[in-house]
């Protein structure tokens, strides 16, 4: 498996990254063979020599952030301005995917969601603001105060790592997997929680029958971004679960959608 420092500086060594946030660099299943995920870097290299793989590419060159001003747009779903990879990480139902970021900083705490979409063909020709995803899995504070600790904790002791698991019984076909860690450290401010949506194609084999609830994204008309502060109150988000989520009930969220309802998948509006 190739070192991280190898992976942040193939191809460029020049173009450099804000070095605070990250991405997810590769991918492996079931403790197999390294899968390479994206690199921002690969923005800058000439068309056709950029290595296809399962991650999206997207214009995070900054190693910067969705902020809740954009939630309303496609960039949600799997970054800015992402586009499809052009392979697949190919998995059964059942198996555990581990996703390997190249770094993340201990300051930026808070929830890591896992959600899956269908694709109605390839997910190689995909557009990310038609997929319809599913929250599947979610951890986010885990014990303590000011802040505590949470699961992004568990990611830098673990290698800056985080598995994911297949649902069982999954029926097979091509599925994105959006992997999302939410940045609380500024939430307290105005547009200051930040996203990090990472897409990654797979290929689901083996004989289940399990399909997501499906939803379709709402028109364009009636996208609206949720207001962040005002004079009157002050939105913010916080790490919490409801009672559905408590019991494990998946709960199909489109990306549009995906930060309108009063209960955010996870985290609460207070």
Not at 39 to 52: K, L, S
Request: glycine content about 10%; overall charge negative.
């Amino acid at each position: 498996m190739p070192s991280f420092s190898t992976l942040a500086a193939v191809s460029l060594p020049l173009i450099r990254l804000v070095s605070a946030h990250g991405y997810v660099a590769g991918i492996t299943v079931n403790g197999g063979s390294w899968v390479e995920g994206s690199n921002p870097n690969w923005f800058y290299q000439p068309e056709g020599d950029v290595p296809e793989t399962p991650g999206w590419q997207a214009e995070n060159q900054d190693n910067g952030f969705v902020a809740p001003d954009s939630f309303a747009t496609a960039d949600i779903a799997c970054h800015k301005s992402a586009t499809p990879g052009q392979t697949y990480v190919e998995a059964a139902s059942g198996d555990t995917l581990t996703l390997y970021w190249n770094t993340w900083p201990d300051s930026h705490k808070g929830p890591i969601i896992n959600y899956l979409a269908k694709c109605s063909g390839e997910c190689t020709s995909a557009s990310a603001g038609d997929l319809s995803f599913t929250k599947v899995s979610e951890g986010a504070w885990l014990s303590g105060s000011d802040p505590g600790d949470w699961v992004t904790d568990t990611l830098i002791a673990q290698n800056f790592t985080s598995d994911f698991e297949v649902p069982s019984g999954l029926a097979p076909g091509n599925y994105v997997l959006r992997h999302e860690i939410i940045a609380l450290h500024s939430a307290g401010s105005e547009n200051g929680a930040q996203a990090y949506p990472q897409c990654i194609n797979i290929k689901v084999g083996g004989s289940g029958s399990t399909s997501l609830p499906r939803v379709s994204p709402p028109p364009s008309s009636t996208r609206r971004p949720i207001p962040v502060s005002s004079s009157a109150s002050t939105v913010r988000l916080t790490a919490t679960r409801s009672p559905a989520q408590r019991s494990g009930a998946a709960k199909p969220m489109c990306p549009a959608t995906l930060f309108l309802d009063p209960l955010v998948d996870g985290l609460d509006m207070v």
